[in-house]
């Protein structure tokens, strides 16, 4: 029997009256780059936020590594890095120094850790600018900054909440290299975003979710088969097909009046 890298069980949550997250299952095996897609304010925040135990689930539980987060929160947290959607790093640091504490953090010693972060600071490059304050960074410098530090106890899971948002082509660029590596090493990659181009690129398999519920699971050619669609059907077709479906939108509809 596999044991999963990443489950969902039964996942909700409510905001007071509001359930961002309802009912959610997934399954996604070890080694896959899985990509959870959805409209904006579709849930996928809330629902990394779950899996990575930072927000408490109203229903249901997150396994990570076949390790319950909510029974056994150390254990699990140990399997897996996150780099988070608002990046709140300490501005008040310098790159290396925010790498190391990481590193400290996850209870490496000292030389472990500054190996590991002079090589993610390599990898990354911005080992020109690793003595720069974090405050002075650009958003791509930042994300590339938490993608260090969240690697750097070698987590077998790792989550990533948009990466690419408000990221320049160069560090883009870098991100992805370091995503490709790191899937030739078997680590299972769990991204979520609103945009499909690199979905599409590079995801083995894809999840879909609309107003917290999923909509759409599967790998490209699956969603293309249940969707009947042929080879040329874009991601963003089979997209714009599942969302739209959910919100009883007819595709050629929308927008008649502006002939
Ligand atoms: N802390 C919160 N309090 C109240 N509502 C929230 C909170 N976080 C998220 N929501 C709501 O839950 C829904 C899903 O949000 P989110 O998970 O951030 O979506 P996504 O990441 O897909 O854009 C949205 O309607 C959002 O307004
Ligand atoms: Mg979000």
């Known amino acids: 029997m596999t044991t999963f890298a990443v489950e969902a069980i039964g996942l909700r949550r409510e905001f007071d009256k509001k359930i961002a997250v309802d009912n959610l299952q997934l399954a996604v095996p070890p080694g896959e780059f899985f990509g959870f897609l959805g409209p904006n304010g579709a849930g996928k925040s809330t629902t990394i936020k779950m899996l990575v135990g930072l927000l408490r689930p109203t ?28 990046l709140n790093l300490y501005d008040r640091l310098n790159a290396r120094e925010f790498i190391r504490f990481a590193g400290t953090m996850y209870g490496l010693d000292s030389a472990e850790t500054k190996k590991r972060t002079d090589e993610l600071l390599e990898l990354m490059d911005l080992a020109d600018d690793a003595d720069k304050l974090i ?19 070698a987590p077998r899971v ?72 042929g080879d040329e059907t874009t991601l963003e077709d089979l997209f714009l097909r599942a969302v739209g479906a959910q919100n009883g939108i007819e595709s050629g509809d929308s927008l008649a009046w502006l002939g």
């Open 135 to 153: 405050i002075d960074y650009s958003q791509g410098m930042r994300k590339k900054t938490a993608l260090a530090a969240a690697l750097i106890h």
């Open 158 to 229: 790792l989550f990533l909440d948009e990466p690419f948002e408000g990221v320049d082509v160069i560090s883009k660029r870098a991100i992805l290299d370091v995503l490709q590596r790191l899937r030739r090493t078997g680590t299972t990659i769990f991204f979520s975003s609103h945009i499909l181009e690199v979905a599409e690129r590079l995801c083995t398999s894809v999840a879909v979710i609309d107003a917290g519920k999923l909509v759409a699971e599967g790998t490209i050619p699956e969603l293309r088969e249940r969707a009947q669609a």
């Open 59 to 86: 229903r249901g539980t997150a396994r990570i590594s076949g390790i319950d987060m909510w029974e056994n929160p150390l254990e699990a947290k140990r399997q897996l890095g996150v780099l988070p959607e608002g």
